[in-house]
T-cell receptor, first 110, second 110 residues
Framework: EPEVTQTPSHQVTQMGQEVILRCVPI?????FYWYRQILGQKVEFLVS????????KSEIFDDQFSVERPDGSNFTLKIRSTKLEDSAMYFC????????FGSGTRLTVV | GEDVEQSLFLSVREGDSSVINCTYT??????LYWYKQEPGAGLQLLTY?????DMKQDQRLTVLLNKKDKHLSLRIADTQTGDSAIYFC??????????FGQGTELSVKP
């Protein structure tokens, strides 16, 4: 069964550093998403991406965040100048109705 | 704004039926979903229901939707220890951004 692949599975970074979280969506999917889950809280929508541009973003997705599809297969989330409160599990997803999630990247900001 | 609420815990005995409940506020929800998350894993789509349906059955899973009361339930028949996980209810409008509940942790005792 096709999978959404995320790397790395766990990343530790120092406060103020930039991180790039990587995702390989399912190859024939056109819609891509990023969500995050802070420990003990709900899974929250960050951004959706279609046709090489952002189609919707949440209030959380401010100038600190950016997404890119640098080639035909990867979909990345960049977080600039990380803060302690950015520590969370970040999930990538792709597809239409009932889309497929990856296993997530656990980001720890120290 | 849109909100989705679930009870946090459910404990059942192996072989019993489990019923996980969810309420939502968005009257324009088009699709409602159930996702399963096992420890250390991503969000696995179990099933979804279109808002003009009352019920959907898929093997051991039965989804009931009461649109008037904005209430969604997931019934798992003959619950097994392998069903122990966190179950997330989610809703979307037109199949895009998902709004998640906080998840119900199902514990199945032998």
């Amino acid at each position: 069964e096709p999978e959404v692949t995320q790397t790395p599975s766990h990343q530790v970074t120092q406060m103020g550093q930039e991180v790039i979280l990587r995702c390989v969506p399912i190859s024939n999917h056109l819609y891509f998403y990023w969500y995050r889950q802070i420990l003990g809280q709900k899974v929250e929508f960050l951004v959706s991406f279609y046709n090489n541009e952002i189609s919707e973003k949440s209030e959380i997705f401010d100038d600190q965040f950016s997404v890119e599809r640098p080639d035909g297969s990867n979909f990345t989330l960049k977080i600039r100048s990380t803060k302690l409160e950015d520590s969370a599990m970040y999930f990538c997803a792709s597809g239409g109705v009932g889309y497929t999630f990856g296993s997530g990247t656990r980001l720890t900001v120290v | 704004g849109e909100d989705v609420e679930q009870s946090l815990f459910l404990s059942v005995r192996e072989g019993d039926s489990s019923v996980i409940n969810c309420t939502y506020t968005d009257s324009s929800s088009t699709y409602l979903y159930w996702y399963k998350q096992e420890p250390g894993a991503g969000l696995q789509l179990l099933t979804y229901i279109f808002s003009n349906m009352d019920m959907k059955q898929d093997q051991r899973l039965t989804v009931l939707l009461n649109k008037k009361d904005k209430h969604l339930s997931l019934r798992i028949a003959d619950t097994q220890t392998g069903d122990s996980a966190i179950y997330f209810c989610a809703e979307s409008n037109q199949g895009g951004k998902l709004i998640f509940g906080q998840g119900t942790e199902l514990s199945v005792k032998p």
